[in-house]
């Protein structure tokens, strides 16, 4: 999912702001660092699912504020179900489907079951381009929607890029790299999101990215404006998706957490 959606994902279980604050930007950074090399080191739900664990046992003061990794988790599975599995991310349902996660020393946290169960409640196959363009537009109305009703996210947003200081001790050692190195990765994606700026800058910057993705990926070209238009102009849509969303993400956060 996209970032402000993950910022909510907190916030649907944890109310305390110096907590919302620190385990959304540990949600953020999972996402912002996958980009620090040109090859991701393996599936990003391992990849997120090993960072817990060492987290746990390497930085133990901070538990259990990086549980919020486990949310981005779900929320990611749920988006692959409900908006479709890009072009470039079709091994994922290969992985999730059969890596043994018990083998990872992973048993207690039941990703699969969590998939299954979602998926036999919410997915519907998606075919071609069409659907998968499709539902990249559902999640840009899921943040346009978060723009528009939850203020606080884009102010959580903002203050990630000193919060992120916090976790730089434990992402610099799980990745083996400099702290100065993934700050600067944390940057450079942050400010592709245009914190704070206008939400018609926002959705502008969004669909821009949309319209570059489909034509690379796809070889289709899009309406920008005409897809501009829909969303800024339907916020009963976008709240509706949103809401939508955010029903099946608690079912899979309660499955997560309690089997």
């Given at each position: 999912?996209?970032?402000?959606?993950h910022i909510?994902?907190?916030?649907?279980?944890?109310k305390d702001k110096e907590d919302l604050k620190s385990m959304a930007t540990i949600s953020l950074a999972i996402d912002a660092i996958k980009y620090?090399?040109?090859?991701?080191?393996?599936?990003?739900?391992?990849?997120?699912?090993?960072?817990?664990?060492?987290?746990c046992f390497m930085f133990p003061a901070k538990r259990p504020r990086n549980r919020s990794l486990l949310y981005h988790i779900v929320s990611d599975l749920l988006g692959l179900l409900m908006y479709g599995i890009p072009g470039t991310r079709r091994y994922?349902?290969?992985?999730?489907?059969?890596?043994?996660?018990s083998e990872k020393?992973?048993?207690?946290?039941?990703?699969?079951?969590v998939w299954n169960n979602l998926k036999s409640k919410v997915y519907k196959k998606k075919h071609g381009a069409e659907d998968?363009?499709?539902?990249?537009?559902?999640?840009?109305r899921i943040e346009m929607d978060v723009l528009e009703r939850f203020p606080f996210v884009e102010e959580v947003f903002f203050e990630s890029k000193d919060t992120i200081k916090?976790?730089?001790?434990?992402?610099?050692?799980?990745?083996?790299?400099?702290?100065?190195?993934?700050?600067?990765?944390?940057d450079r994606w942050w400010a592709l999101w245009l914190c704070s700026s206008g939400k018609e800058e926002i959705l502008g910057a969004m669909v821009d990215r949309l319209a570059s993705q489909a034509e690379r990926e796809y070889e289709t070209i899009i309406d920008k404006d005409k897809v501009f238009s829909s969303i800024i102009s339907d916020p009963d849509t976008n709240r509706?998706?949103?809401?939508?969303?955010?029903?099946?993400y608690k079912e899979g956060v309660n499955l997560l957490l309690k089997i």
């Open positions: 999912m996209l970032p402000r959606r909510l994902d907190v916030w649907e279980l944890i620090m090399h040109n090859e991701p080191k393996k599936d990003h739900l391992v990849e997120a699912l090993e960072l817990n664990e060492f987290i994922a349902i290969d992985n999730i489907e059969t890596v043994n996660y020393n992973m048993e207690i946290y039941p990703v699969i079951e998968i363009i499709e539902g990249f537009i559902k999640k840009i916090e976790w730089l001790p434990s992402f610099a050692s799980y990745y083996d790299e400099s702290r100065k190195k993934v700050r600067g990765a944390y509706a998706e949103n809401e939508f969303f955010t029903k099946w």
